[in-house]
């Protein structure tokens, strides 16, 4: 199991203008130059790198500097057509569906092989071109990546149907069919291991994709496409398309010989892929969207604990994470308390370049999600929470922001009720059990919830009344390879990881043969 929490308070430094002498020192450095160089700017299409038909390109970014680190292929329209046709190939015609699954899980076991052999490479790409601490990059994402690959590999020749008992002379049995050309579109928060949770089971079932990155973060899924084809995938398996949602997103999502669609994102943007996906040929849509988590610490509560959970629930990956804790519901007897200590951890925390060891939050992704953040932490002061800590940019260059923690938050304050997607942590009290499972549940969206107590009652109540995919007891950010993972009403349906996910990629058969004189029914 990897484990995504955890305290790293350790290694911080004394404060100074309220953030410590160590992030100031690291935004007064500079940024540190990555020592990888970037090979993989062009479209995979059939096993090709290619520039895109119109032959345009966009920059991708460093969002510590805003500055460009790379020109990409813009994949648009006729791209996306020859990658769906490409993948239609291959599946129809091409040696994947048909190998046995034997020899695609070595091929995705080669994959994951090749993955730890590149990790600094790949963690240092990841970082470069989203911004997140490269500790976190090279020592829990990339390795799981290639943990869930090496669990998808182990399913590959698992997948089978059942011998069905039937009244009448009949031997009726079910195939598990892999279901065609997948087509799916990922985020930027989490780049390459949404990349993972798509392609692994896809790849396993024996289907063939194309799958569109984000504009923000296109560099790794390149690079990782490449070393798919070292490990031995045949051409056309998986295609790669850079470019923008409303174009090269829209053409796959209404595309008419793509069979099943997965998206990561906004729910907005989930709501325009599911519409497109049903005006054009109904194939079926998993989506996993937007959250607003509440994370509940009960009166029993140790509270340093509590606090440094909470912390990481929300603040984790600089707060762009879909299930963050970012309702932090408090009993009303710890509540000040609280607050007192989540206002000194939050200024305790290491900001700075994240190719700098310690750092503990990087840059947001890009100026727009940098400003959209400025803009609630606004609205919450306007609409009456107290500013407890941070509030502001961080530092002149980049798009860096302060941690920034709200008191005497109430639900209808837009900070309680929207993703905020940032280092914003809003927290609200309560006074009992069925008055925050109310308040917990009276979202719109389903994804995650965190409970905090020491009582195996009050977390058995909450844990069933909590209308979540996922509940984290005492623990937060939990993501092995075998728990599913996906949300309740409008955080989307259907589930990633796990034995659940294998579901979004196959066709179920009945298969009915009369019997002759039978010894047996």
């Known amino acids: 199991m990897v484990e995504l929490a955890g305290g790293r308070s350790s290694n911080l430094g004394r404060g100074i203008s309220r953030y ?24 995979l299409i059939n096993g090709q790198f290619v520039d895109a038909a119109s032959g345009k390109t966009f920059p991708t970014y460093d969002p510590r500097t805003g500055e460009v680190i790379a020109h990409v292929a813009e994949g648009d329209v006729e791209d996306v057509n020859r990658a769906v046709s490409a993948a239609r190939k291959a599946f129809d015609d091409g040696p994947w569906p048909k190998m046995t699954a034997y020899e695609r899980a070595r091929i995705l076991l080669r994959f994951a092989d090749l993955i730890e052999k590149h990790n600094d490479e790949i963690a240092t790409l990841e970082t470069w071109d989203n911004g997140k601490p490269y500790e976190q990059a090279s020592k829990i994402e990339v390795p799981m990546v290639a943990r869930l690959f090496r669990y998808y590999a182990g399913w ?35 780049p390459l291991l949404m990349f993972a949770w798509k392609v692994g089971p896809a790849l396993a079932c024996g ?5 569109k990155t984000a504009e923000q973060t296109p560099l790794t899924a390149l690079y990782a496409a490449k070393l798919f084809h070292e490990a031995g995938l045949p051409e056309g398996v998986l295609n790669v398309i850079s470019g923008f949602g409303p174009t090269a997103g829209a053409a796959l999502a209404s595309h008419m010989d793509v069979d099943k669609l997965a998206f990561t994102g906004s729910t907005e943007t989930g ?27 009960c009166e029993d509560a140790d509270i340093d604990q509590a606090v440094e959970l909470a912390h990481f629930a929300l603040f984790f990956n600089q707060g762009q994470c879909c299930c963050a804790g970012s309702r932090t519901y408090v009993h009303e007897r710890v509540y000040d308390e ?34 959209k953040i400025l803009r609630y932490i606004r609205s919450g002061i306007e609409s009456g929470a107290k500013l407890e800590a941070g509030g502001e ?26 993703e905020i997607f940032g280092p914003v942590q809003s927290i609200l009290k309560f006074k009992d059990l069925n008055e925050v499972i109310h308040r917990a549940n009276s979202s719109q969206y389903g994804l995650a919830a965190g409970v905090f107590t020491q009582s195996i009652d009050t977390a058995n109540i909450l ?13 937060f950010d939990i993501f092995d390879a075998a728990i599913p993972f996906g949300g309740y009403k409008m955080s989307g349906h259907g589930r990633e990881k796990g034995i659940y996910s294998l579901s979004n990629y196959l066709q179920v058969k009945a298969v009915v043969t009369p019997l002759k004189n039978p010894a047996w029914l």
Not at 20 to 43: D, F, M, R, W
Not at 207 to 211: A, D, G, H, L, S
Not at 274 to 297: D, H, M, Q, W, Y
Not at 463 to 475: E, H
């Open 393 to 418: 940019r961080f530092g002149t260059k980049g798009y860096y922001i302060q941690p920034t923690v709200f008191s005497n938050v109430t639900e209808e304050m837009l900070i309680a009720k929207e």
């Open 463 to 475: 844990t069933r009344a909590l209308r979540v995919g996922s509940v984290w007891i005492n623990c």
């Open 207 to 211: 289907n063939t994709v194309v799958i």
């Open 20 to 43: 410590s002498t160590t992030a100031a020192a690291t935004a007064a450095e500079g940024p540190i130059v990555p020592s990888v160089a970037v090979n993989y700017t062009q479209l």
């Open 338 to 371: 609280f607050i007192e200590k989540a206002k000194a951890r939050a200024v305790r925390r290491l900001v700075g370049d994240p190719f700098k060891g310690g750092v503990e939050q990087g840059p947001q992704v890009d100026s727009e999600q940098f400003e």
């Open 156 to 190: 590959a020749d698992k997948i089978h149907g059942l011998v069905v008992p039937a009244d009448g002379q009949h031997h009726v049995q079910t195939l598990h069919e892999p279901i065609g050309v997948a087509g799916q579109i990922i985020p930027w928060n989490f």
């Open 271 to 297: 709501k325009v892929v599911l519409e497109l996906a049903a005006r054009s040929n109904l194939k079926p849509v998993t989506l996993e969207l937007g959250g607003k988590s509440p994370f509940i610490v």
